[in-house]
């Protein structure tokens, strides 16, 4: 079974996972296999289960198409389980068993590993996927346990890519210790760490921003931030855009904590894939920030790239009307003053009738503002890329120098920034500070809890002074070990 080296370059869902059929195949050949199952059930099947049997890229009659879609399928269960939802059952391991699997896995390496589990019948290969976070999608429901040896498959070559935990860092002291010894510390952060201002992050379940935008009646609620629906119609975001707009320049102990990282001369680097610039009034250096989706403090024009000062669109953002551009708008006063529409850029139709949807009637009277560029924030929509300071910082100088990486109040799910971990070198420690554990990540110590707390507990075990008003002058907090986890904790404030 192929295995994946570098997340950033090889995403597991590129690899051929064929080897775990091979044990089922009479005549020791995994295509044999696969095939001969294929055969047997094919009169059973619908026309998708058949390609995804055949795992070749085919339809049944043999014609190339392509299997994005039975990828994307296959891609959604990879990430439908978390440790947390091991409770066990029928189907479903308990986080223990999962635990173990995943350790015995490593141990014996997976031919010996799946000749002691799905080859000598002790567990289905669709409970064993639960093992490995994936969750037995429907579309494999009722077929036979082989059916689900690919996805298997894809869970196990994904565990072995993973980094491997450095078994000499487990404790919080050995944290503290990493953090005063550590001078070139790389710190990636994400909504987790402005939530305690008021600010939702995204993927919470009923309070996150995600879960908030059902009303738009998108197919995804990430759809608000697709670079081609804002093209379409602007109006979808701006009508959003005040609830995810910084209403403060206040900072949150945990940005708080990044700068005290700057002073002591240990930050290397603050990634941040948050929009709300609030590293920067925390006073994180430019120097030292690579704001890797972009954010609020400028706006520039889809049309002519004008850019302005954030501020000077908050107007339009905060009242949820599309703003335009003040240049687009001279120019065109002042040198076509006669013209009413200007054709749209592209020549879409549909681009067209879109803008005439939003267009606000209000404005210009003497001029159809339709005509003028959209005002966007410079913050990274999905289909855009990342600034390429954000590749050149990491590639070129982070990557040789970092000594320690401090992932903090993110869920790392969202590339290519989540893929910052498996890029660096898997000797360096890595540290995960947040709400909820990130399974698909092998990290050296898990802290959970709030990222204030957490932070305000390891400066004080450090004896460092972390001022910040609010962070509690006798605030206790409490550590406990997670259950069956020898490097993960539980960080609440104690009610004493």
Not at 156 to 171: A, G, Y
Not at 221 to 242: G, H, L, N, T
Not at 345 to 367: A, F, I, L, Q, V
Request: overall charge negative.
């Amino acid at each position: 079974m192929a295995t994946s080296h570098s997340a950033l370059q090889n995403p597991p869902l590129q690899y051929p996972v064929v080897e775990l059929v091979d044990l089922t195949s009479d005549d020791g050949s995994p295509e044999g296999a696969l095939e001969e199952h294929y055969d047997t059930n094919r009169d059973a099947l619908s026309e998708r289960d058949q390609n995804d049997l055949l795992g070749n890229g085919q339809d049944v009659d043999g014609s190339d198409t392509g299997s994005w879609e039975t990828e994307s399928l296959y891609e959604d269960a990879l990430e439908g389980l978390g440790d947390e939802q091991l409770i066990g059952g029928l189907d479903l391991c308990t986080s223990d068993e999962a635990l173990a699997f995943r350790k015995r896995l490593r141990l014996v390496g997976e031919d010996q590993f799946i000749r002691e589990t799905v080859e000598s019948g002790s567990i289905t290969a669709k409970k064993l996927c639960t093992a490995f976070e994936i969750r037995p999608p429907l579309f494999l429901e009722g077929l036979p346990d082989s059916s689900y040896y690919r996805l298997l498959g894809l869970g196990i070559s994904r565990e072995l890519s993973k980094r491997v935990k450095l078994p000499q860092h487990n404790s919080i002291d050995d944290v503290v210790s990493l953090l005063k010894k550590s001078k070139n510390i790389v710190v990636l952060t994400g909504a987790g760490i402005s939530t305690s201002l008021g600010i939702p992050d995204f993927r919470s379940k009923d309070t996150g921003l995600y879960s908030q935008l059902e009303h738009l009646g998108l197919s995804d609620p990430q759809e608000v931030f697709d670079i081609q629906i804002f093209r379409d119609d602007p109006s979808i975001f701006y009508s959003v855009a005040k609830d995810i707009l910084p209403s403060t320049n206040r900072f949150s102990p945990t940005h708080a904590f990044v700068r005290l990282l700057q002073e002591k001369g240990k930050l290397l680097t603050n990634f941040t894939q948050n929009i709300d610039n609030l590293e920067g009034h925390a006073g994180i250096l430019p120097e030292k920030l690579i704001q890797c989706h972009g954010s609020f403090a400028t706006a520039s024009c889809v049309e002519c790239r004008y850019k302005v000062r954030g501020d000077e669109i908050y107007k339009d953002l905060k009242a949820g009307r599309v703003a335009r551009c003040g240049r687009c708008i001279r120019r065109l006063t002042q040198v076509r003053p006669g013209v009413k529409r200007k054709k749209s850029s592209n020549g879409n139709s549909h681009s067209k009738r879109k803008r005439e949807d939003y267009e606000d009637s209000t404005d210009e009277e003497n001029y159809d503002i339709a005509v003028a560029g959209v005002m966007k924030p410079d913050i990274t929509f999905f289909g855009e890329g990342l600034p390429a300071t954000f590749h050149d910082r990491l590639v070129n100088h982070d990557r040789d120098l970092v000594d320690l990486v401090l992932v903090i109040g993110t869920s790392l799910k969202v590339a290519p920034v989540s893929e910052i971990v498996g890029f660096l070198p898997p000797d360096i420690p890595q540290v995960y500070i947040s709400r909820t554990p990130c399974s698909h990540v092998n990290f050296d110590v898990d802290m959970l809890g709030d990222c204030d707390v957490v932070v305000a507990e390891l400066c004080k075990r450090a004896k460092w002074e972390l001022k910040h008003e609010m962070i509690p002058k006798k605030q206790v907090i409490e550590v406990e070990l997670y259950p069956g986890y020898e490097s993960r904790f539980l960080f609440k404030v104690s009610a004493a």
